[in-house]
């Protein structure tokens, strides 16, 4: 999850081709309680400060914590199933009985965060610090603050004791950002029937976006790229380095990867992505909107589309498969000939892709018999390796979307609706694969330009955390009670 891509509209498009916002100006700008908004915040500090990297963490240890609230809020044991494969990955996952008129609704929040080192921040990553109207921690932006919204309206409708018209489950799990252990699949694996529903709603995905204070757009993902990893390796026999040669595994490999980084993969569109660029040319000024018109066209301009890629990381996200050098190893001693020199390819892979055309392509790429490339296996809540597939988009259910709007009407009038394709990679692609559609809606807005998220001094503006606490409990009436 990253940089201006992830936090604008992760690959954005105007739903439809058009705004979506209701207006309803007499519930405008509500928010939760004083009592709400502490019992958000205790839960929330509480997870910030539960260390729970894959290194040294402990994501049971937050869901005990959790499940201990839950149970103090009158859940009873057996409506919470603490379960997992690991003694310190255990997951979560509660239920909020309805009437059953309809099938369950399943709400899903990665405990785990990335590591952080105390000494990259201004404060400790594993304290919640209050200052300056944010709460700064490992955690806050992705995705602390949105397992304590979940946490706190679960909460918040067992008190009430709201009886929605079908059960309401929510799944707070380990893994996500790394590890041998990934909750979601591993409930889906193993327990199906504990997290089946007629669709998804993920909080890590579908950010709100703002900029300078003003609220731009309010996102639903409803599909995402793949991720895979590739390795480019040149062998060699090595020797003295007294007597070198042209013949070196590192030069092979540096040659292979300066080609790399000349390629542009086919541009792609989508449905999502072709609404986006052709709306987005409507609101565009100056020059970029001609091309924003051209490439949302079919047959897609591609001179315009190559303007588009130069001009921003975003737009070239959108418009094809990425593939990148992220990490390189090679050679044994100073004073010997690499015997080894090899490069991990990071890639985002455009839904509907075959990861085994992109292997081929990389290959062509390297254009040397003496570098090849293998895509780096995955591996299962097992350990064991699975193949890298394609995740299929989910589609915009008329359901939610109709929650969607009227939730922000009554919380943000004019604000617009939109669907996003994300570049990045989330749990919901497990759900999606699974044949459960998924859709990442944030419910908080987050400022263009300052995303922390896996980076230092991570961080969240105290407003949008209460804001998103309130539209998400709106949002969970809204899906399941009809008036």
């Known amino acids: 999850m990253t940089n201006f891509l992830r936090r604008v509209v992760q690959g954005a498009a105007i739903f439809g081709g058009c705004l979506l916002a209701t207006a309803n100006p007499a519930h405008a700008q509500g928010s939760t309680s004083a009592s709400v908004d502490q019992i958000a915040h205790d839960i929330f500090k509480e997870l910030i400060e539960i260390n729970t990297t894959d290194s040294v963490g402990n994501v049971t240890?937050?869901?005990?914590?959790?499940?201990?609230?839950?149970?103090?809020?009158?859940?009873?044991?057996?409506?919470?199933?603490?379960?997992?494969?690991?003694?310190?990955?255990?997951?979560?996952?509660?239920?909020?009985?309805?009437?059953?008129?309809?099938?369950?609704?399943?709400?899903?929040?990665?405990l785990d965060v990335v590591e952080a080192r105390r000494e990259d921040w201004t404060t400790d990553p594993f304290r919640f610090v209050e200052k300056d109207g944010f709460f700064y921690g490992r955690g806050t932006n992705d995705m602390k603050a949105g397992d304590a919204m979940l946490?706190?309206?679960?909460?918040?409708?067992?008190?009430?004791?709201?009886?929605?018209?079908?059960?309401?489950i929510l799944a707070l799990t380990a893994d996500e950002e790394g590890?041998?252990?990934?909750?979601?699949?591993?409930?889906?694996?193993?327990?199906?029937?504990?997290?089946?529903?007629?669709?998804?709603?993920?909080?890590?995905?579908?950010e709100f976006i703002k900029q300078n204070g003003k609220r731009l757009m309010a996102a639903m993902q409803g599909s995402e790229k793949v991720y895979?990893?590739?390795?480019?390796?040149?062998?060699?026999?090595?020797?003295?380095?007294?007597?070198?040669?042209?013949?070196?595994?590192?030069?092979?490999?540096s040659a292979a990867l300066d080609r790399l980084r000349d390629y542009d993969f086919p541009v792609r569109l989508n449905e999502i992505t072709r609404n986006f660029f052709a709306r987005t040319a409507e609101i565009t000024p100056g020059e970029s909107s001609a091309d924003l018109q051209a490439v949302a066209k079919e047959p897609t301009d591609e001179a315009a589309a190559a303007r588009l890629s130069a001009a921003a990381p975003y737009y070239n996200t959108l418009l094809r498969t990425t593939c990148v050098a992220t990490m390189l190893s090679g050679g044994h001693a100073p004073n010997a000939l690499p015997q080894t020199a090899r490069a991990n390819v990071n890639c985002r892979i455009f839904p509907g892709q075959d990861p085994e055309e992109v292997r081929a392509t990389l290959e062509r790429l390297a254009a040397d018999s003496k570098v090849s490339v293998t895509i780096v296996p995955q591996l299962d809540s097992a350990g064991k390796p699975v193949p890298v597939v394609t995740v299929p988009p989910s589609p915009l259910l008329p359901e939610v979307v109709q929650a969607m709007e009227k939730t922000i009407g009554e919380k943000w009038p004019g604000v617009p609706l939109v669907a996003t394709m994300s570049a990045g990679a989330s749990d919901g692609k497990f759900t999606r694969i699974a044949g459960i559609p998924t859709l990442?809606?944030?419910?908080?807005?987050?400022?263009?330009g300052d995303n922390r998220a896996h980076g230092k001094d991570e961080r969240i503006e105290a407003r949008d955390f209460y804001d998103g606490v309130d539209f998400n409990y709106r949002l969970m009436h809204a899906i399941s009670s009809r008036n």
Not at 179 to 200: F, I, M, P, Q, T
């Open 61 to 110: 240890t937050a869901a005990e914590a959790v499940q201990k609230r839950l149970r103090e809020a009158g859940f009873a044991d057996k409506e919470m199933i603490l379960a997992g494969p690991n003694e310190k990955k255990k997951n979560l996952v509660v239920r909020l009985h309805g009437a059953g008129k309809r099938k369950p609704v399943l709400f899903i929040g990665h």
């Open 228 to 253: 895979a990893d590739y390795t480019f390796e040149s062998l060699n026999a090595g020797g003295h380095s007294s007597e070198p040669v042209r013949d070196n595994a590192i030069y092979h490999l």
């Open 151 to 168: 946490v706190t309206n679960f909460i918040r409708l067992k008190k009430e004791g709201y009886v929605p018209d079908r059960d309401l």
């Open 440 to 448: 990442g809606i944030s419910c908080m807005f987050f400022e263009l």
């Open 179 to 206: 590890g041998s252990y990934n909750g979601v699949e591993w409930l889906l694996k193993e327990h199906r029937d504990w997290v089946d529903a007629e669709y998804c709603i993920n909080l890590d995905g579908g």
